[in-house]
């Protein structure tokens, strides 16, 4: 089996190049083959993991560079083997919606549109998969690259200085991470052992806890920017302006929640000292989040923004769960990263319809009162719109509620406190619907029904977010081991377990 | 919202399967309630308001049947099921015992109120003299006014973009809103069987697998409280619907007469115990100012001008130094490499 | 001639002509072509002059090749024949041949005569040969000024413009001053020391411990980190770099970005590494600082620059900051650091400077970086080599910029100087703003109406062109050449990012050389 994980990482780079290469038409056919193969695969693995097992699954292990110790490592355990299935999911939904949307917006160059969208599934699978640090860092930062090119050769208004802007904010981040890597692989291996970046030989070696403080907070940095958190979301409004509209999907979907996976990668494996040393900042940088990110959701009127703000908001709360540094406030963070993804991506879908549907405007004034003429758009939108305020019933609701507890078992106060932005969830999310389905028709509106084509990209992601909702052990199930072992409580809340600590959904009799 | 709080004090003393098994009778007659008043309204067109109605009994029999059915339900009047439910969570409340019969007490007080106010509703709008769309109804047509606006604004409607339109549809006339709600009406009636106190235990056996474990589920009340209760139930309820006769029947006016003089309860309590304006106070209006500080003054100075002008600054100026000491005279770089050759000699003789 | 210096009975040093061999083979090349560029015919002095370079510099190469393992001493011990020697020399062959082709059909060496430009090219590059391998005071000074004397000249080739000349005479009057710290430098360590050989100089400050602090040998040693320092492009002593790298014509700018910094480089290896070695305490923390500045200065420098050579000056000041991490560890990691990026730095920038010359040539905006707005669009065979160079210097990942990035980080988190590691990764950070700047011009810049037309070839006896520039624009086969090495440079950067492990295999070869720990 050592050869698979490498099969579906390279597939879409492959499939890239080759329509880099061959003639222009068949650029689109060629991405969407490839994206579909490597939904094959994910669902493959999906459907193959072992939940019993906490090790990785389909491991690779060849050595890249013997001489700083890198090793070219892959392999799926339950941190993410979700991350990995909405990526697959997300990349194909989008592909498609791009087959739509370049005629249009990409006529100029089409193939090299769908190349960067390929290398960036690459680079984001091989952050996902990677178990080896350096290899980590590499396909982090490469990550950046296609969605440089992607926004300032097809984005909006002052694109080049929004990508500009987007790109050295998030580097600035992510080159303290490539610091504090390399230093975590060389001061790890004081003494006579080699070098090794390998994620295998950093559990067995330890740091100084003065030492873990500093290389956490570069990795904090990086995470924190890419995500993004309050206060390093400086490049968010401009860089979610400017970005093409499948791309932000993508962007926003997908590579928020590599950062949220890296914290549980990275930071609490290796850093378990300066982890529990920061908890209290990490918890009040999500609350910050939350709260800032909700407040600036419900007042903005740029639809692109309200979705952006939200997207701050919802990564702070899987901050929250992760840094509660329990199994469940981990699992619930899992869950939602998936959980979240699955809904942003239909979300930025519907804004583009609205959009079409206001005269080309993406000002929440201008919309309004499309619902009597667009029924079946309005009930997806009512579907993903529940979902993302975590309606009980989604599985959102699930995860959000697994985070909360496992907060109010290490720090009660600020669970209390976060608590309100379930609330505030509701507000800018039914506000956004309202005003842009419900109530009179907004003055630039002609409302339309939504076309058979929108739907082969919306119904799937619709379908995808309702089954998640009614079976989310699903993914709780699969990613239970390796939380626990991530995840060994503190000797003092297992005396006052009252709720059962390893909280599972029950099924119903 | 008077039931949901029975339903949240049940759960909160611990009777989950009573809080579970109101839940369950209150959708039956609540949604029919719900059904029935939209019936009545669709007969007039749209009107809400009950003070234009009255005198619906002759010509909407059906709707009238099964609002009656539902408000007896509401009212915990047996055979009906909200009788069975309502009274099994007051009787486990009351099973507690200690400051839980204040509660008891306030139940009972809520359910002679609930008795009040629903006999209200029904007996202005079916008994009394008929309005005009009543008697319009009686000759076999619905009332139409001649431009459709909205009840509440007096807007004109723009049914082209999604108003409920011209047409008005009542039970008496529709079988699918017959089916609906004469459903809803069996089930009313019957539902409180699930829930017999010691004759049958449905709920109770249907959330055991959740809930051994609590030390509160397996609580037997006594007979002695279980009878009281039955019986106190059945008077205050019937108490409620004859005091709602008696103002708004037998004595027509009379509700004006009190309404003239308790003004001052009266507008407090017609204006929802003015909650909706505090909460706009106390969050509403708080938050849209955090939004707009949020929006206008923090997002502009602190995240983009400090945080990213400020690095962008720094760079900046660093940059127009060095390219400033670019002057392109040879003896300026001469000059400057000779002060660093200094520098340098001066730090290995002085330091090293 | 051997029997008579035996006859004679002077002792002359045992000449080792197979280790030699590279430098001979330089040094003959630049005779023949001098004299065969006097010859009238232009098919000679065009074709076959700068040829018969290009195939000197291969058997150069080749032969360099050959003597892969061999450690000696060379010539009575004033030179060194070890795998640093013969990496560099292949660093530089590489660098000649790649000069070559771009100047094929460039202006300079039509203005100072094909046989004078290739064989004060070839002399500059068997100084830097003779540089790298100097193991006595005097051969590095020996190689210093023939290593830099034909570049004054070659920088001024371009006679009919000015600022060509500027360039030769600033780069002239800033390295004499550079020389002469240098000399004066090594003067003191030899009156410290009382030796000029690297060994010997090592062998004395082991020897003695109070000779560490003599404040002649630390003079010594501050002026010729000035010295060399200037030639490497060190801050403060950079100043020279954006003038002279903009006026030069531009093959001749690549060579030196390229050429003159591994030199520079080979030779701070050697002496700091095996004369002063034992020192390494003290001369570590100055030269960690004037790392740390130069990473800044060149940084901030190229931010606002919109010339294209210009700004790959004040970068490649910045990239001499970052390599000179990896010689204040003073341990064999941070050699073999340096000699990677080394290698790796020439393979980024021949790329671009690639691109510039062909842009050059095809639009009349000289080495603006508008003159590269909409390549992305028009030349995939320019613009995909740029950018990626781009991206290299940046050090994003896939490309050797990074690994080599990695590399040094490597080396300084390893000798104790991580927060050099962190002043590395906040160059990077800056850099990003006219990297990506340059990346956006090709890629999201409309193209400048006046750089589609091609512009007629002028009769060789015409009119001068005055302007920096466009001096023949015939289209793209007619510069095969050039677009050949940016593609190729192109793609061996990719592949270098990708499988590194045969440069590690020689880098580490050449760190063994040395015997450091």
Known sequence: MTLHLSIMLWIPLAFGLAGLLLPARLAPKLALAGTLLVLGYAITYVVGFQSSQGALQYVTDETWIAELGISYALGLDGLNLFLVLLTAILWFSCTLWATFWTPEHAADNPRLFYFHLALAQTSVLGALLAQDLALFVVFFDLMLVPFFFLTGIWGGARRVHATMKLVIYTLVGSLLMLTAAVATGVLAAEGTDPVSFAFADLAQRSLSSSTQNWLFLAFAAAFLVKMPAFPFHGWMPDGYKAMPLPVLALFSGVLSKVAAYGFLRICLPFFPDASAHFQTLMLLIALASILYGSVMAFTTTQVRLILGYSSIAQLGFIVLGIFALNAQGAQGAILQSFNHGLVVAPAFFIVALLSARAGGSEDLRDMGGIATRAPVLTTLFLIVTFATLAMPGSSNFVGEFLILLGVFETKMAIAIIASSGVVLAATYALRLFIRSVHNRTGPRVEAREMERRDGLVLVPLVLAILAIALYPQFALQRSEQTVTSLTTPPPATQGEAAVAPEFQIERAP | ?352 | MIDVVAASKIAGPEIDWAGLSPLIAVFAGALIVLMLGLMRSRAIREIAVPSLSIASLAVAGGLAVWQWGERSDLLAGALRLDELTLLLTLLFCVAGIATVLLSWRHVAPREAAHGEYHALLLTSIAGMIVLVAAQNLVSVFLGFELLSIPLYVLCATEMRRASSLESGLKYLVVGSVGSATLLYGLAFLYGATGATDFAAIAGALGASADLASDPLLLTGIALSIVGLGFKASVAPFHQWTPDVYEGAPTPITAFMAVATKAAAFGIILRLFDVALIDVSLDWGPPLAALAALTIVVGNVGALGQSSLKRLLAYSSVAQAGYMLAGVVVASRLGLQATLFYLVVYLVMNLAAFAVIVARERETPLGDDIASLNGLGASRPLLAWPMTIAMLALAGFPATAGFIGKFYLIDAAVDGNYAWLGVFIVVGSMISLAYYLKVIAAIWMRPAEESSTSAVALPPPSAEPVLSGGSDEATGMSAQGEVVGVAVLFGALTIVLGVVPSPLFNLVRDAGEALGLL
């Not at chain 2, 099964?66 to 909200?82: D, H, K, N, Q, R």
């Not at chain 2, 069987?193 to 235990?201: A, F």
């Not at chain 2, 030390?215 to 059945?234: K, N």
């Not at chain 2, 720094?314 to 660093?340: E, I, K, P």
Request: aromatic content about 12%.
């Open chain 2, 1 to 352: 919202m008077s039931q949901i709080g029975y339903m949240i004090m049940a759960v909160s003393a611990g009777a989950y399967a009573a809080g579970l098994f109101h839940l369950m009778t209150h959708a039956f007659f609540k949604a029919l309630l719900f059904m029935a008043a939209g019936s009545i309204i669709a007969a007039m067109a749209g009107q809400q308001s009950l003070d234009k109605m009255g005198g619906f009994r002759r010509s909407m029999p059906f709707t009238y049947g099964c609002m009656v059915i539902g408000g007896l339900a509401l009212a915990g009047i047996p055979p009906f099921s909200g009788f069975f439910s309502k009274d099994e969570i007051l009787l486990l409340i009351g099973d507690r015992g200690g400051w839980y019969w204040g509660l008891y007490v306030a139940g009972y007080a809520g359910a002679f109120l609930t008795g009040v106010y629903t006999f209200r509703m029904i007996f202005r709008a079916f008994w009394g003299d008929p309005v005009p769309e009543a008697l319009e109804l009686e000759q076999g047509h619905i009332h139409h006014p001649e431009t459709h606006t909205n009840p509440a604004t007096g807007e004109v409607e723009d049914t082209d973009v999604g108003f409920p339109g011209p047409e008005h549809h009542i039970a008496e006339r529709e079988t699918s809103m017959k089916l609906a709600m004469g459903t809803l009406a069996l089930l009313a009636i019957v539902g409180g069987l699930l829930q017999i106190p010691k004759v049958t235990h449905v709920i109770d056996h249907f959330l055991e697998p959740s809930f051994h474990e609590s030390a509160l589920f397996e609580r037997e009340p006594s007979g002695g409280l279980i009878g009281f209760g039955l019986i106190l139930g059945t008077v205050v309820g019937l108490a409620g619907i004859a005091l709602a006769y008696f103002v708004w029947v037998k004595n027509p006016g009379m509700s004006e007469r009190i309404r003239e003089r308790s003004r001052g309860v009266h507008t407090f309590l017609v204006n929802k115990w003015y909650f909706d304006e505090l909460i706009d106070l106390l969050v509403v209006r708080p938050a849209q100012w955090l939004g707009s500080f949020a929006q206008q003054t923090f997002e502009r100075i602190f995240v983009n001008g400090l945080l990213v002008g400020g690095a962008t600054g720094v760079v900046r100026a660093g940059s127009s130094a060095v390219r400033a000491a670019q002057t392109g005279f040879l003896r300026y770089y001469a000059a400057l490499l000779v002060a660093g050759m200094i520098g340098v000699i001066f730090y290995f003789l002085l330091v090293v």
